[in-house]
C-alpha cells in the first residue's frame, strides 16, 4: 500500500513539473519584444506574410498593404577557420505600399549582413557591420521622398535615421524582452521616434507585430509604414545566415 500511494505521489510530481514546462514553454513562444511606455497602451496589430521565401510575397499590418514584394539575388557566403565563424550576405529588394490614405509608397532597399563570431564551448559574438539602406518615394509624382540608413554600432542593434530633408526621425533597434530583464541574443524589434518621442514599434521575433502611436501626424504615416515594411522584410533575411 505504500509503494502504491508513493508511486501515485510521484506520478503526481511528475505531471507537475511536465505542466511546468510546457507552461514555461509556451510563455517564450510568446515573448515580445519589450515596448517604449509611448506605446504600451496602444494596440497590438500582427503582421501576416512574413514566413517563407515565397513569391508573389504580401505583407499586411493594421491598414497596411506591401505588396509586389521583389528580391534580388542574396550574395555573399560563410567562412570558417578553426573557431573563427563569418557570414555574410547581401541583397537588394523592393515592394510597393498601400497606406490608410490610398497613396502608393514605392520602397527601394538595400540590406548587409554580417555576423562573426568565436566558436569555443560557447559562441563568443563579434562585433557585427551590418546596415540597411532604403529609400521611400511617394507614387504620383510627388517629391517626397524619405532615406533610411541604419548600421550596427558596437554590440547594438541597428541604429540611424530616416530624413527627408530637415524631417529627420530616429530609428532603434532593441534586443530587449517584455517581462525580461536579460536581453535576447537578437533583435527583438525597431522603435521609431521623433525627438525623443515613440511613434511606431516593429516587432521582429515571432510572426511579427506594430504599434503604432494615436497622436502620428498624418503626413508621416506613409513613411513611418514604409519604414515599418523594410524592417521586417530585412529581419527575413537573416535566416540565411549561417548558425
Known sequence: MRRFCFDRVGRAWVAVAIGLVLAACETLEQAGMKLPNALAQEERQPVTGRQ???????????????????????????L???????????QLYSFVLFDQQG????GDCEAFLRRR???FEVGIELQNRSMLGARFSR?????????????????KPLQGTLVSGS?????????ALAGSPLP?????????SLGGEALAAAEVIND????????LDDELKGPVSSCLAALLLFEELRVTLDE
Do not use: N
Open 184 to 192: 535576447l541574443d537578437e533583435t527583438t524589434g525597431y522603435v521609431i
Open 80 to 90: 570558417r577557420i578553426l573557431e573563427y565563424d563569418q557570414s555574410r550576405r547581401k
Open 103 to 106: 497613396q502608393e509608397w514605392i
Open 208 to 215: 511579427g507585430a506594430v504599434w503604432v502611436s494615436s497622436t
Open 117 to 119: 563570431q568565436l566558436t
Open 52 to 78: 517563407g521565401w515565397k513569391l508573389d510575397q504580401q505583407l499586411r499590418f493594421a491598414d497596411i498593404e506591401v505588396l509586389e514584394v521583389q528580391r534580388g539575388i542574396t550574395k555573399g557566403g560563410d
Open 167 to 175: 524631417r529627420q526621425l530616429e530609428v532603434s533597434g532593441t534586443r
Open 139 to 155: 507614387q504620383g509624382g510627388s517629391a517626397d521622398v524619405w532615406e533610411l540608413r541604419l548600421k550596427e554600432s558596437g554590440d
